[in-house]
């Protein structure tokens, strides 16, 4: 048994860190693709495979067997759509030409069965170029299909092929259930790969599966080197086999053994926990970025206007309705290749920010300009408009959508075992601390954020040296509105999108306002952190259905406290709010 070395917190907390500083804000993954030649094509399946797989029609007994060991050595795991169609019956001899039938489709108002090339799945097509279909499954002399007996071999070959299937996602797999399965079979299989590249990327895998075969076996040395790799592994399956060794071992009389598991054991449950609690932070970091997020704009319009802004959530909601508008005209638009659908995100943040801000620049001309010092009818007013916007969104798209991601942002990266960050999250946190970066260039090095700052420190003294402090409101209404519209690009990528989505954001988001300190980007940014982190912190030391909800009183009430400690917040802010 090869050894795997052993976690350690601080090399995970290192992983994750230049995970996060990798900047990868818009490029789609690369799709890697196995078996393929010098030229970028797919190499073929050897002639004497294909010639074997064809005399299965005639074959019988010993012969038959003997083309089920050429097929299994082989070691090609493209042979496993044949021999699954092979299995079940449907794998055809059409002239000469062997057919899979594919699963039932429906095609023009009829139940069809799309016919695919036995050797390299690819769809057939006619003389036209289009898709050929059967209306029947295959029956007859010509069906080539596994009899009762040999239905077990062929799945048995299917699993060891799955072992070297290109495709990393199924070949992981593949190994995971040999292990989930206890495949003594596999074992073999499991060890030839491994030997073969004891440091590549399915390496852990491998380990992991062929200890928990051995583990669960007869010979002793094996299970105590199994024993101990597996709490060097650490995951959640290696501490679900380790307590099934533990418990079927009690009475066996071994202590050596039984201490050695009860060792691996708790091992691989602090490895967990060390898990489990990066995951919790990088949910609280993703937590942080949502919350900083909305409160940029909350914050500057508060702080410059002393507006009370309740609609603030609905101009994130006009957000995630533009970008699910933008991404549905790349998926459906003509002219519009494919590929390009990875890149809607691209159109979608300058467009959301554009609709929201001329929403907000609407709504500050037509309401909230004429309650400016009032910030009590500022609340209401904007809680009318919140319900405004909430109605017209469900008038024209309904009450639930949803957003495909591109293809780039599916899935996680696997940091270390068990560890994988979903790579929408990450983006998220990418995308985040560049908008942060923006308005901080916005506001100290552009003449917009000169006139704002002037116009926030002393409204008075701006308008007499000529500053058009009613411009300079309506732009900066506009801009948060703007940013809140930015907010609404991301939450769509883990969250269904509605009208009502922004109310469960606005109460955490004007926490965050209030504990940093009105209009300060600073506050915003600590107070966002102290109260994601937090709230994802004290959710799993709640247990019970109601963890969440608890959590969130937790949260208030410390908020509630910290106030009364400092009720200017964390940065105090300065001029026109202060002097209220």
């Avoid at 699954?84 to 794998?91: E, P, V, Y």
């Avoid at 060390?274 to 997020?293: C, E, M, N, R, Y």
């Avoid at 508060?302 to 991404?327: C, D, K, P, Q, R």
Wanted: charged share 20%; aromatic share 8%; proline share 5%.
């Amino acid at each position: 048994m090869i050894p795997v070395a052993p976690a350690s917190g601080h090399l995970l907390l290192r992983r994750l860190i230049c995970l996060l500083s990798v900047v990868l804000l818009f490029a789609p993954a690369g799709i890697a693709h196995a078996a393929a030649g010098a030229d970028g094509k797919a190499e073929a399946i050897a002639e004497p495979l294909k010639a074997a797989v064809r005399q299965l029609k005639e074959a019988k007994g010993k012969d038959r067997e003997a083309i089920f060991a050429q097929l299994a050595n082989a070691g090609d795991a493209r042979l496993i759509p044949l021999l699954d169609a092979f299995r079940t019956g449907l794998l055809e001899d059409r002239d000469g030409a062997l057919v899979i039938y594919g699963s039932k489709a429906r095609v023009d108002g009829r139940d069809v069965y799309p016919l695919l090339d036995a050797f390299s799945a690819a769809p057939l097509t006619g003389a036209d170029g289009k898709p050929q279909y059967a209306e029947k499954l295959p029956s007859g002399k010509n069906v080539l299909a596994a009899s009762r007996g040999e239905r077990k071999d062929v799945s048995a070959i299917v699993s060891a092929l799955s072992l070297n299937d290109p495709d990393p996602a199924r070949r992981q797999a593949a190994i995971t259930e040999a292990g989930d399965r206890i495949d003594v079979a596999l074992l073999p299989a499991l060890k030839a790969q491994l030997e073969k590249d004891p440091t590549g990327r399915f390496a852990t895998d491998l380990k992991e599966s062929i200890a928990r075969i051995e583990l669960a076996g007869a010979d002793r040395a094996a299970r105590v080197a199994a024993a101990r790799t597996l709490g060097q592994v650490g995951s959640e399956r290696a501490v679900g086999s380790l307590q099934r060794a533990r418990e079927a071992n009690e009475n066996a009389g071994d202590a050596e053994l039984q201490s050695i598991i009860t060792a691996a054991t708790a091992k691989a449950d602090r490895y967990q926990r060390i898990v489990k609690w990066v995951k919790i932070t990088f949910d609280g970091l993703s937590l942080t970025s949502i919350l900083v997020l909305l409160a940029l704009g909350l914050s500057i319009v508060f702080g410059l206007m002393g507006v009370i802004n309740m609609a603030h959530g609905e101009f994130m909601m006009v957000g995630a309705f533009t970008t699910f508008v933008v991404s549905n005209w790349f998926k459906t638009a003509d002219g519009v290749p494919g590929p390009w659908f990875n890149y809607y995100p691209l159109a979608a943040v300058p467009i959301a920010f554009g609709v929201s801000a001329v929403v907000g620049l609407a709504c500050e001309w037509l309401v909230v300009r004429h309650l400016y010092g009032r910030p009590l009818e500022t609340l209401l007013a904007t809680w009318g408009i919140s319900l405004v916007l909430i109605q017209t969104a469900r008038v024209a798209y309904g009450d639930t959508l949803s957003v495909t991601p591109p293809a780039w942002m599916v899935g996680g990266w696997e940091v270390a075992h068990d560890l994988i960050l979903p790579r929408n999250r990450v983006f998220i946190i990418v995308f985040c601390l560049l908008c942060i970066v923006a308005v901080w260039l916005v506001v100290n090095r552009t003449k917009l954020g000169l006139l704002l700052r002037a116009t926030t420190q002393n409204r008075e003294m701006a308008a007499a040296l000529g500053v058009a402090t009613r411009r300079v409101d309506a732009l900066t209404f506009a801009f948060g509105a703007g940013l809140a519209g930015l907010a609404g690009v991301v939450v769509p990528l883990f969250d269904k999108i509605n009208p009502q989505m922004g109310q469960g954001y606005i109460v955490d988001s004007f926490m965050v306002v209030v504990v940093g300190g009105v209009g300060k980007l600073a506050g915003a940014l600590v107070a966002g952190a102290g109260l994601g982190f937090f709230s994802k912190y004290l959710e799993p030391l709640i247990s019970g259905t109601g963890a969440v909800i608890y959590g969130k009183i937790a949260v208030l009430v410390m908020v509630i406290l910290f106030l009364q400690w400092r009720p200017a917040g964390l940065f105090p802010p300065k001029g026109r709010v202060a002097d209220a």
